[in-house]
């Protein structure tokens, strides 16, 4: 017999082994390859010493070698060890708390929605920090806006803190366009008003000198709504508050006013002011020169409006950073999330009484985890039902083709108070399933007794942690002092019972 | 109200139903415990037969595959779930006499305590193992 044919052999099955021995974990692939390596050289041995050597019995060995490969892949992806995964990790609080993060990823991963545009998508102009608004305080009486703008026109020049002023007057307006009539906000602004905010229009230009009175600047939610985004919008016109205005340019998407949701700008000076008193907003834009913090600025110029008395008597004006503007906004909606939510406690007191009752009572830190995962899990679903809502009524806004809907709002709020409610519910009895130590999904269920003999004997069901931590009671009928909804701790010998996690599903 | 488990077993004896749920605080746990209690290892046929062969005496992964016919790519994998499950026990021949005879060292498999006990019941269960093992033991007669 030939030694050669067995070398050749032993070699290619080496091979196709040490291929495979790739996909095992490296520190079991010695192990393996040593396994397998003996006990194909004592096959060949075999065949050799028993002169069943064929090119049948080589090709089958062969193929018994490709076999490796799926004892390999079963090394690296342990059946036993997948299906745990896959049965348990579902149970897990970190899987609960992941969940509601990735539907929250989901839903900011696009464009931002735009009530939280300010705090989330990039500044709307530049250098934020360093602009002061000031307008009416609310116990001022009107003022003229021509008055303060020739008012305004004088504070860069008394006092160095300031590079540029624009003054603007803003009104609620209606405006006709191709796509029919929508409610909008219009404001007449100084020609310097978008090169102190640091913005270009994206598309035609800047109010100049020369501009008529009939010439407006439009926003991109408007151009949007009401031009479909044509780019050959520029030179077209459309009607606003009765007047038939021509479009010089369209404002950048991320562009927003500072103070209010403006959709047409025109200029200041050419556009006839209203004769009805309270009837247009004045207001104006400081841009607080560089080195020269906003807050002393802001100090100096509440002086300087102090000493000037020009301006009618019992004028108010309030000066405030834009900063200052965003933190009251935030501390607003700081305000409404925590009385929502004290609300939707009120509303969900069964429930959530049940879940009190059954409350964790054993060491400080079991608690705290089971409270801190409560919390979370409540933020994050709260927090998702919040944007969801925001997002819905966007999207049903951007389809019916208005910039801005007078119930999206409202609608706004009612679909984030149901979805609140909905989301709470789900979460308090979500909470209500879970073990008080280790905070997973109970697993076992027994149903007890039958319900034929509810007053006879206890019935209803019992939720076993299968790590072996407790039972949850849940009686068919809640009868007071006779049986009642109970958390049991059971003690640690009861793991010999209840077994490891991976011995329940190992069933080959 | 806390209660072990050796407490648990015990009072189980000579409690009925209704007297062990007083004593544990949930009823549910006396059927869990007798379920639990009677819960060995439900075997696949591939898996009997693997563990009946090497119950036979074959004792190395190829014998295994030539006795039963069944491809490396099952026989392996059925040995590492009958391993994990300490139903056999595979360990590595003296590495001095597979150097004196200059050849490499194999790993052989053999059965525990509880995989004799996993066979019984799994030839019961399976009725065609059964004849197979009576069919050779009376070719080996």
New interface residues.
């Given amino acids: 017999m030939n030694v050669h044919p067995v070398n050749k052999l032993l070699w290619w099955c080496n091979l196709i082994l040490r291929l495979a021995s790739w996909i095992v974990p490296r520190q079991k692939r010695l192990e393996w390859r ?2 397998w ?7 060949c ?1 075999f065949l050799r010493e028993s002169g069943r050597l064929s090119v049948r019995t080589e090709q089958e060995l062969l ?9 390999a892949v ?2 690296r992806f342990n ?2 060890v997948v299906l745990t995964f896959v049965n348990e990790f579902p149970r897990t609080p970190q899987f609960c708390v992941l969940a509601c993060l990735a539907l929250l990823a989901a839903l900011l991963a696009g464009r931002p929605v735009a009530i939280f545009s300010g705090i989330f998508a990039p500044p709307p102009c530049i250098d934020p920090g360093h602009l002061l608004t000031v307008s009416l305080s609310e116990k001022s009486p009107w003022l003229q806006p021509e008055l303060l703008l020739e008012t305004a026109v004088r504070w860069p020049k008394e006092t160095q803190l300031f590079t540029s002023e624009a003054t603007y007057a803003w009104r609620p307006s209606l405006v006709r366009g191709p796509e029919g009539g929508e409610s909008i906000q219009s404001a007449r602004v100084t020609s310097g008003v978008f090169e102190l905010l640091g913005v270009r229009p994206s598309l035609g230009r800047d109010f100049q000198e020369v501009d008529s009175e009939n010439c407006v600047i439009l926003s991109d939610a408007l151009w949007k709504s009401q031009f479909r985004g044509d780019s050959h919008v520029l030179s077209r016109s459309l009607l606003l508050n009765g007047r038939i205005v021509n479009i010089i340019g369209v404002l950048p998407a991320q562009f927003r006013f500072p103070v209010r949701n403006i959709a047409v700008f025109s200029s200041f000076g050419t556009f006839p002011h209203p004769l009805l008193p309270m009837f247009e907003w004045p207001g104006v834009l400081l841009r607080v020169a560089a080195g020269v913090d906003a807050e002393t600025a802001k100090r100096q110029l509440q002086l300087l409006i102090s000493w000037q008395g020009n301006l009618p008597a019992g004028t108010q004006l309030a000066v405030s950073s834009l900063k200052d503007l965003q933190d009251q906004a935030l501390k607003t909606y700081g305000i409404v999330v925590v009385l929502a939510l004290l609300a939707l406690l009120a509303l969900q007191w069964r429930s959530f009484a049940r879940l009190l009752n059954t409350r964790p009572h054993a060491p400080v830190r079991d608690c705290w985890r089971w409270y801190l995962f409560f919390a979370m899990k409540n933020a994050l679903m709260l927090l998702t039902v919040f944007f969801a809502s925001l997002e819905i009524v966007q999207a049903v806004v951007t389809r019916i083709n208005v910039s801005t809907h007078p119930f999206a709002g409202a609608a706004a709020t009612w679909l984030f108070l149901f979805g609140a409610t909905v989301a709470l519910r789900w979460s308090i009895l979500d909470q209500f399933g879970r073990c008080r130590t280790c905070v997973r999904r109970l697993a ?1 269920r ?1 149903n ?2 039958s319900p034929a003999h509810v007053l006879l ?2 019935t209803g069901v ?1 939720l ?1 942690c299968d790590e072996g931590h407790g ?1 949850l ?1 849940i009686p068919l009928m809640e009868s007071g002092c006779v049986d009642s909804e ?1 958390w ?4 640690d ?2 793991h ?4 490891s996690k ?2 329940r599903i ?3 | ?6 407490e648990f077993s015990a009072a189980r004896d000579f409690f009925d139903y ?1 007297g062990s ?1 007083r004593l ?6 006396c ?3 007798t379920y ?2 009677d ?1 060995s ?4 046929y ?2 009997a037969l693997v563990l009946q062969t090497i119950s036979s005496g074959y004792c ?3 014998d295994i ?1 030539e006795v039963t016919g069944l ?4 026989v ?3 040995l ?3 391993e ?2 300490e139903l056999i026990k595979s360990s590595w021949e003296a590495p001095g006499s597979a150097l004196a005879d200059n ?5 052989y498999y053999r059965m525990t305590r509880d995989g004799k006990e996993t066979l019984v019941k799994a030839v019961q269960r399976y009725a065609l193992l059964e004849q197979l093992i009576r069919a050779g033991k009376t070719k080996r007669r």
């Fill in positions: 040593q396994e390596e003996g006990e194909v050289w004592h096959w041995q193929s018994h070698c490709w076999g490796a490969f799926v004892d079963w090394h059946r036993v076992v027994v007890l007794g004997e206890l019992e076993v039972t009671h109970r049991t701790y059971l003690h010998s009861w010999v019972l209840l077994g991976e011995s190992s069933a080959p | 109200m806390t209660v072990t488990f050796k209704k749920a544990t605080g949930g009823t549910c746990l059927s869990i415990a639990k209690m819960d290892p439900k075997l696949s591939t898996s190395y992964g190829f595959m491809p490396s790519g099952t392996y994998p059925a590492r779930r009958l994990q499950q050849r490499p060292a194999r790993k």
